[in-house]
């Protein structure tokens, strides 16, 4: 039996900001149980929910020096959907309201959870083959796995995988506070390690450090040894592109499928969508005080509202994308600039669009569910999970060419009769808006293509099936087989 440590700062159904959730609390339960013994550890925030608190078990604690600092970590245990979780546990550390709080703050947060995650190991007697890290939060794992760790026979041999869901955070900062704080020696701050344009960065630690590397996506693998999409660490990736994977992020398919989903108003299927999906428009309109009417074209977004995900496109063109004949449905939250742009047309166009500036799981699914189409034009997207969420419900998306994007939505060819959504390849508002006239179009006058283009797009399989193989194989391939 292999045994493989997650070691993530978020994680369903615990905690969540955003995809790298989905994909650390859903893989873990799609590699074969005979072969792989697979572990998650993450922070015990005050926030996660008291239903899950009261679940877990006290399972030890020690102090743990941080360089000068003397702190205490706790560890607690429990078991969810087969898969066993650690949450360490911290209240100095752990406190506060949102995972990521300010800068500084979360720079010692994070060092102090990747000592405390390699401190707990002999503590619970569990010692991983692979230490999977996701992330600049759990960058500097592999590099105490080669400094003070190795010399204990306890952690001889543990390799480490860094995934990448998203280059553009780091966890840079200045040196001298990262020395103080870590207590790692003047040997690992220089720029072949974690010295990064004259400050210290912990991803390009992990990146440095890490048996493998790799990424959510094919494209983004590639797009990230490029000046452009590489946030100055194409350097370094370039250099070790050949231990570089992109595998693409999956879905789980238990959780999100409109058969069962307990929070959608109706149930579907693949072969009942055309009668039974309309009834969640129908659904979410009267929950929003959208005018009622199952014929109109309703198009989402659910996003982190920030520049990553194109709302300086959706801005420019904000006014011709409320059109009439079109509902739009917002749920997200971000930069208070756009929060306030969705603000002001849900005002001037009551009962066509729906603003919902906060963070809600349910009424994400019950998007989902009702629109017709879900826009999600980034400006760059490693892998991006509402795609194919949307996909899984027939909803079709209506994407940029960039990253995961690129590999998972297959664009309509008229023509042809194939694809799964619509796309448009440029960085440009109005590439953007001629896309969804398109979609629109083909929603109101090509109905039969329409239909067939959702058949196919519920069809698309993006569960975990085919993407956990390809983290067995780097398993293997680390453990010498
Ligand atoms: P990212 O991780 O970059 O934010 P992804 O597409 O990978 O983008 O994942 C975003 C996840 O967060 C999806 O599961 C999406 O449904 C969810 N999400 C984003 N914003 C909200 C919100 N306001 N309420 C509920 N879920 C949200
Ligand atoms: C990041 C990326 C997103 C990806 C997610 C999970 O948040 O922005 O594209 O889907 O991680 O890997």
Known sequence: MKKILFATSECVPFIKTGGLADVAGSLPKYFDKEEFDVRVMLPNYKTIDRKWKEKMVYKDSFYMNLAWRNQYVGIMEMEYDGVTFYFIDNEYYFSGDHPYEDGAWDIEKFAFFDKAVLSSLPV????????????????????????????????????????????????????????????????????????????????????????????????????????????????????????????????????????????????????????????????????????????????????????????????????????????????????????????????????????????????????????????????????????????????????????GLKDTVQPYNEYEGTGTGFSFANYNAHEMLHTVEYAKYTYYNKKREWNKIVDRAMKADFSWAVSAKKYEDIYRKLCGE
């Not at 109706?266 to 009942?272: A, W």
């Open 124 to 403: 619970i007697d569990f010692r991983p083959d692979v230490i999977h890290c996701h992330d600049w939060q759990t960058g500097l794992i592999p590099v105490f796995l080669k400094d003070g760790f190795a010399e204990n026979p306890f952690f001889q041999g543990i390799k480490s995988v860094m995934t990448i869901h998203n280059l553009k955070f780091q966890g840079a900062w200045d040196k001298q506070t990262v020395m103080d704080i870590t207590g790692l020696s003047p040997y690992y701050f220089t720029p072949d390690k974690l010295e990064h344009f004259g400050g210290s960065n912990y991803l390009k630690g992990g990146i440095c450090y890490a048996d493998a590397v790799t990424t959510v996506s094919e494209s983004y693998a590639e797009e990230i040894k490029t000046p452009f999409y590489g946030e100055g660490l194409d350097g370094l990736l370039s250099a070790r592109s050949g231990e570089l994977t992109g595998i693409v992020n999956g879905l789980d398919y238990n959780e999100w499928n409109p058969a069962t989903d307990p929070f959608i108003y109706h149930h579907y299927t693949i072969s009942n969508w055309r009668r039974e999906k309309k009834k969640n428009k129908l659904g979410l309109q009267e929950e929003l005080g959208l005018e009622k009417n199952d014929k109109v074209f309703m198009m989402g977004v659910v996003s982190r509202l920030t520049d990553q995900k194109g709302f300086d496109l959706i801005e420019c063109v904000m006014e011709q994308l409320c059109a009439e004949g079109t509902q739009f449905v917002i749920l997200g939250t971000g930069d208070p600039k756009y929060e306030n742009l969705f603000r002001h047309y849900e005002w001037k166009y009551k009962g066509r669009v729906s603003s919902n500036i906060y963070y809600n799981n349910e009424r994400s699914h019950k998007i989902y569910a009702a629109c017709d189409a879900f826009l999600m034009p980034s400006l760059f997207e490693p892998c991006g999970l509402s795609q194919l969420m949307s996909l899984r419900y027939g909803t079709l998306p209506i994407v940029r060419e960039t990253g």
